[in-house]
């Protein structure tokens, strides 16, 4: 496993550490372009989709080529992009199969997509995980094996409630067993039961960073209620 990183200070003084790691990268420094890179929540997906899924653009300066950027599977380059400064990750994915754009010509901007990490293990079919409690399960546990399937290990829920008499640190609505059978039957995605899940809850799933998020979006504002899970 090698990596490839470099480093760009953004205009609140904060530096940043943009990082390409694989079996077939090798170790070394990067200079990257302008800009280094953009992150953004795919556009044209509604806001109570179930899940929306993050993208990443890096940009990179090159004499030569970098064909070890160059991907056939969805999982094969890992970028991670992270504030140095306060520690926290900001993008955690991987890079997209055959989206990597370098002309010809020396010092030349490469530019590379990458998605983030659900999103890019979105053709695993999801299975009962070795449930042995038949065909339902807690919904807190079918997201949190999702999510390890995916390299994903911390989840913040944001609860728009608290049942009375119940801790509000102890309380989640996922804490109830839903029914597995139609997404084994029918052979779907994580990505799939993970939005179909968070949609009968009323929560929309969007990992920022290495930590996926899954929130309200009509009480947000009005309550800031988060349990952080580690898987």
């Not at 992009?81 to 030349?108: I, M, R």
């Not at 929560?203 to 947000?220: C, N, P, Q, R």
Request: proline letters at 3%; aromatic letters at 10%; hydrophobic letters at 40%.
């Amino acid at each position: 496993m090698g990596t490839r990183e470099g480093k760009f200070v953004s205009r609140t003084g904060h530096t940043y550490k943009v990082e390409f790691s694989g079996d077939n990268v090798t170790n070394g420094t990067l200079r990257l372009g302008v800009p280094p890179v953009v992150i953004s929540m795919a556009e044209g997906e509604h806001k109570h989709c179930g899940f929306k899924s993050a993208t990443a653009i890096v940009n990179i300066i090159a004499d030569m080529p970098m064909l070890e950027l160059y991907t056939e599977s969805a999982t094969a380059v890992q970028l991670k992009v992270t504030d140095v400064t306060s520690s926290e990750v900001e993008f955690f994915g991987y890079v997209v199969p055959f989206a990597f754009d370098q002309p010809f010509g020396g010092n030349d901007n490469i530019t590379v997509n990458a998605v983030d990490a659900i999103t890019a293990h979105k053709d695993v079919v999801y299975t009962n995980f070795g449930n042995p409690h038949g065909t339902d399960r807690k919904a807190h546990d079918i997201v949190t094996e999702i999510c390890r399937r995916s390299g994903v290990y911390k989840v913040a829920e944001h609860r728009n409630f608290t049942p009375d008499g119940v801790a509000g640190d102890s309380y989640s609505p996922l804490d109830v067993n839903v029914a597995q059978a139609g997404f084994i039957q029918d052979r779907v995605g994580i990505v799939d039961a993970l939005s179909a899940i968070c949609k009968f809850f009323g929560y929309t799933a969007h990992l920022v960073g290495d930590t996926l998020m899954l929130y309200d979006e009509l009480v947000i504002t009005s309550e800031k209620r988060y349990t952080l899970w580690v898987n």
